[in-house]
């Protein structure tokens, strides 16, 4: 099974099309005015119309109120809406049961009891994505967890990769966690919020590279 790759906080149709040629399976967009790759409504939608039909749009929020959130949603269209921030299950079941659409919920991993905190969220979202601890920012940090946490660890939901990974370590990311679903920002930039076209690829193929092993 190929491993699916996602390229996050794209904010121009060059890198919506370098994530494409390189074989990603999703992109996301980051709609959250204090991340340095927020993107407003209007250009998300433009860069979702962008995207061709083998990239499933993820629309990042973080902490939106819930008029931001339908409004958001019906503006952009994503496949998929991942919430990174403290949005609660709860909340999240609540949402699901008003908008026929797919959910994320990112989480960020300190120890082996932030991994049972994903337990809460059954049956709340379709996906778990483990991630570095929040600093500054809820994400895109460039910090990675200790992916070691991950190897024993029982899931109870589909779950994800992210925090720190780069073309030079997603390999050995993978080797120790067996991630279905690996996600890149920071690793795949030149600078904050600008996106490599030679990096994306690198990092695709080193996936690729993996699973042909």
Known sequence: MRTQIKICG?????????AA????????LVHFEKSQRHVGLEQAAALRM???ASLKVVLLLVNA???????????????IVQ??????AQWLRELKSA??????????????ASLKNADEYVDATDLILFDAPAQTLPGGTGTRFDWSLLAEHKHKLP???????????????LDQTRAKLVDTSSGVESAPGIKD???IAAFCQAVRDHDNR
């Open 83 to 88: 919430f990174h921030g403290s949005e609660t």
């Open 21 to 28: 040629k390189a074989g990603a399976s999703h992109i996301g």
């Open 197 to 199: 076209v030679d990096k």
């Open 159 to 173: 779950w994800g990769l992210a925090g720190g990974l780069t073309p030079d370590n997603v390999k050995d990311a």
């Open 99 to 112: 908008v026929d659409i797919e959910t994320w919920k990112a989480l960020g991993v300190r120890d082996t």
């Open 50 to 52: 962008r995207a061709p």
């Open 65 to 79: 109120e819930p008029g931001l959130t339908a409004k958001a949603i019906e503006v952009v269209k994503p496949d």
């Open 10 to 18: 794209l904010r121009d149709e060059n890198a919506v099309d370098a």
